[in-house]
């Protein structure tokens, strides 16, 4: 069975330090995905992985993949207050298939304060 | 927005009824998916169709079902419904059936409160 482990779970940052939320996962996948959720709201895709090694950056996130050790990181570079939100990672199912069915992470919520 | 449209976005009921949630895809979309989103639980899968048919099934309890119609919208019917089924449900869509890459867009759910 797939399981899929964030940490940290809870994340209190200042403004303009850096940290990495780390995303472990049991079994071979081809695809990772990160999501941002604020409070009550829906998920809104923030980076997709497919191989392993991969690197992408949007503003001050990066998330990497390491296929090899199932690992990834979202890092956070120079936080700013409106980082602040849930962060889930997911995985594709073993052997590929659906690429919906997606195994969450219980997700980081993390704070920035000023 | 993600082009995903979920109705209702609230919804309170009573134990043992039935509600009916309606998903309509991004536009060129053919796969749906649902999700449940629960405090305790946390997002959990429960099926994907794709062009009408069902590709997969996930922790769906027997008391729901689900279907994909003609134009692509999907609708998820909970029935009998039991306090612990109160949660956010919600509805993504891409553009293929399997494979990889393909991000997956979420709508903003509907909100289910059974009292």
């Known amino acids: 069975e797939l399981k899929v482990e964030q940490n940290p779970l809870f994340l209190s940052m200042q403004e303009g330090k850096n940290y990495t939320i780390y995303c472990n996962y049991s079994?071979?996948?081809?695809?990772l995905y990160w999501y941002r959720q604020d409070p009550g709201k829906s998920l809104e895709s923030l980076f997709v992985l497919l191989s392993n090694g991969a690197v992408k950056q949007e503003g001050r996130l990066m998330a990497s993949l390491d296929t090899k050790a199932r690992l990834s990181t979202l890092h956070i570079t120079a936080a700013v207050h409106d980082l602040s939100a849930t962060y889930f990672c997911?995985?594709?199912?073993?052997?590929?298939?659906?690429?919906?069915?997606?195994?969450f992470g219980k997700g980081t919520k993390l704070s920035v304060k000023p | 927005d993600s082009g995903v449209t979920q109705t209702p976005k609230h919804l309170i009921t009573a134990t043992g009824q039935r509600v009916t949630l309606r998903c309509s895809p991004r536009s060129g979309d053919l796969s749906v998916y649902w999700y449940q989103q629960s405090l305790d639980q946390g997002l959990q899968f429960l099926i994907h169709?794709?062009?009408?048919?069902?590709?997969a099934k996930g922790n769906i309890l027997e008391r729901f079902s689900a279907q994909q119609f003609p134009d692509l919208h999907s609708e998820l019917n909970l029935s009998s419904l039991e306090l612990g089924d109160s949660a956010l449900y919600f509805c993504?869509?891409?553009?293929?059936?399997?494979?990889?890459?393909?991000?997956?867009?979420f709508g903003e759910g509907s909100w289910l409160t059974v009292v």
């Open positions: 997911a995985v594709g199912p073993p052997g590929g298939g659906s690429q919906g069915n997606l195994i």
């Open positions: 169709y794709y062009n009408g048919e069902e590709r």
């Open positions: 079994t071979t996948s081809d695809r």
């Open positions: 993504a869509s891409s553009t293929r059936e399997g494979g990889q890459g393909n991000t997956i867009y």
